[in-house]
C-alpha cells in the first residue's frame, strides 16, 4: 500500500510555492497535478519537475463533481497499487478544493496514508488587494456551489472557479436572487501575476467580461447594515447573566425551577405554529433556545456537560440516525426511514432499554404519552389491525364509565373515565391525528367563541347573573356561526 501526499502551488506566481512544497515537487515521482493550466507550471517544465495531470478528465465528464470524483478515487486507486504519490492543486489545498475533501474521505475509509503541506491560496492576495480582513466574516464557495447559499448571507462572498462565461451567468442568475442587480462586486483575475486586473462593476454585468477563466473570481461585499449572530454570544451573555456580576433571579435558578418555564416556552411555540404567525413563531423559538442554553449554562458551571457538547451530542445522532443521507444505506420510502431510526435507536440503547414502553418521559402531557405508549406498543404487534375495534372499544369504555357513574364510587369513575380518554386517544392514533393537538385546537376554539359570548354581553350592557343557559347558547351558537364566516 503506498500513501499520498498532497500539496498546494500557491496562488499564481512560483514565488508564492513554499520551500517545503518546492522540495518535494522536485523529488517526487510521480507528481500529478489537478491541472496544468497554472501560471507555475512553465516554471516548472523549467526547472526540470515531470509531472502529469488531470486535465484530460475534464474534456471527458460532464459536471465538475464526475471530474472530482473521477480524480480522487484514480489517486486512491494508484496508492493502494502501491505509489507514494504526490498530488498537487492550484492555491492551497486546503481552501475551496473539492478534491481533496473527497480524497481525505476516501482515504480514511481505506486506510491509506494522507499528509497534507500547508500552502498559500489566493485568499491571502485576495486580503491584501482587497485590503479585507477575514475576521470580519469571510463566506468562500465554489462557483458549482453558488445555488446553496443561505437565505439571508450574513458575510461578504468570495466564489472561486468561474471558469467561462457560461458559469459566469450562471453565478450572475443565482446571485441575483440575493441580490439587487446592480450591486457592485469586483471580478479579480490572475492574482499575483504581472497581468493581474481587479475590476468593479455592477452584478449585472458579470457574465459580459471578456477572457473569463480558471483564474477568475468573484468578490461580493456584505450588504451593509445586515448584522446576524451565531449562538455564541447568547451563550456568553447567559455566562454573564450568571456570573457575580450578573443578575440575582438567573443566578438563583436550577434546573428544577425553570423546569415550568421550558414547559411554557414549548407552549408558546406550539401557539405560534398553530396561528401560523411566522415572526411570533421566530421569537418563541429564540425564547426556547434561551431555555436551552441557561440549562446548559447550568450543566456546564458543575462540569457535568457544556451547550458545545449539547450540539456535538445531536449532530452526531442526526448524522447517524439518517445512513440514508450520511452514509450509503438506500431506502425505498419514508416508512423504511422510521424503521432504520427504530433500529438504530436499539443499537445504541441496547439493555438501557429492557421494557418496550422504556424512553417516555413521565412528565409529558397525559394525552400525549398515551399517545406514544400506545406508539410504542404497536411497534411490537400489540394493535388492531383495522379502526371498526377501536370504535368499538370506546363504546365499551363509555359503557363501563356510565355503569361506574351510577355506582357513584369515585376511584371507579375516574379510572373509567381514564380508560374513555385512553380509548380516544387511540382513535386519534389510527386516524393519524395527535391527540394534543386536536385537544389544543379545540381549547383555542373554545377561547374564541367565549371571547365572542363576553363581547356580546359588553356590548349590550347586559349582566352575566341575569342570563339563562338558553341565552347563552344562543349566543354560542351565533360565535359558531360568525367563525364560519371569518369574524
Known sequence: MGKITIVGLGPGAFGLITVETLELLQS?????????????????????????????????????????????????????????????VPGSPLVAERTVILIRQLAMERGI??????????????????????????????????????????????????????????????????????????????????????????????????????????????????????????????????????????????????????????????????????????????????????HARIAEESKVFTMQQVVDVITSKMVRRHPHVFGDISVRDAGEVVLNWDAIKQQEYGSERPSVLDGIPKGLPSLMRAYKLQGKAAKVGFDWETIQPVWDNIQAELTELKSACAQGEISDIEGELGDVLFSVVNLARFLKIDAEVALNVTNNKFIRRFSYIEQVVKDNDLKWEKLGLSELDMMWKQAKKQEKIGF
Open 28 to 88: 517526487a515521482k510521480p507528481l500529478i497535478l489537478r491541472t496544468a493550466k497554472h501560471p507555475t507550471v512553465p516554471e516548472m517544465v523549467e526547472r526540470g519537475i515531470t509531472f502529469t495531470s488531470y486535465d484530460h478528465i475534464y474534456e471527458e465528464k460532464e459536471s465538475f463533481e464526475e471530474v472530482y470524483n473521477a480524480i480522487a478515487n484514480d489517486c486512491l486507486d494508484q496508492a493502494i497499487l502501491g505509489e507514494n504519490l504526490v498530488y498537487a
Open 113 to 294: 496514508a494522507l499528509t497534507i503541506l500547508p500552502g498559500m491560496s489566493f485568499l491571502e492576495v485576495l486580503y491584501t488587494r482587497l485590503a479585507i480582513d477575514p475576521i470580519e466574516g469571510l463566506t468562500v464557495l465554489d462557483a458549482a456551489d453558488v445555488t446553496s447559499l443561505p437565505p439571508e448571507l450574513a458575510t461578504a462572498l468570495v466564489v472561486t472557479q468561474l471558469y467561462n462565461p457560461h458559469i459566469a451567468s450562471e453565478v450572475k442568475l443565482a446571485l441575483m436572487e440575493y441580490y439587487p442587480d446592480d450591486y457592485e462586486v469586483v471580478v479579480v483575475q490572475n492574482l499575483g501575476l504581472p497581468e493581474e486586473k481587479i475590476r468593479k462593476m455592477p452584478l449585472f454585468e458579470l457574465d459580459r467580461i471578456p477572457a473569463i477563466d480558471h483564474l477568475t473570481s468573484l468578490y461580493v461585499p456584505g450588504k451593509p447594515g445586515v448584522e446576524r449572530f451565531t449562538l455564541d454570544p447568547i451563550v456568553d451573555i447567559m455566562a454573564t447573566l450568571r456570573s457575580k456580576r450578573g443578575c440575582v433571579w438567573d443566578i438563583e435558578q436550577s434546573h428544577t425551577s425553570l423546569r415550568r418555564y421550558l414547559v411554557e416556552e414549548v407552549y408558546e411555540v406550539l401557539e405560534a405554529i398553530d396561528l401560523a404567525q411566522g415572526d411570533k413563531l421566530c421569537e418563541e423559538l429564540g425564547d426556547l433556545l434561551l431555555q436551552i442554553v441557561f
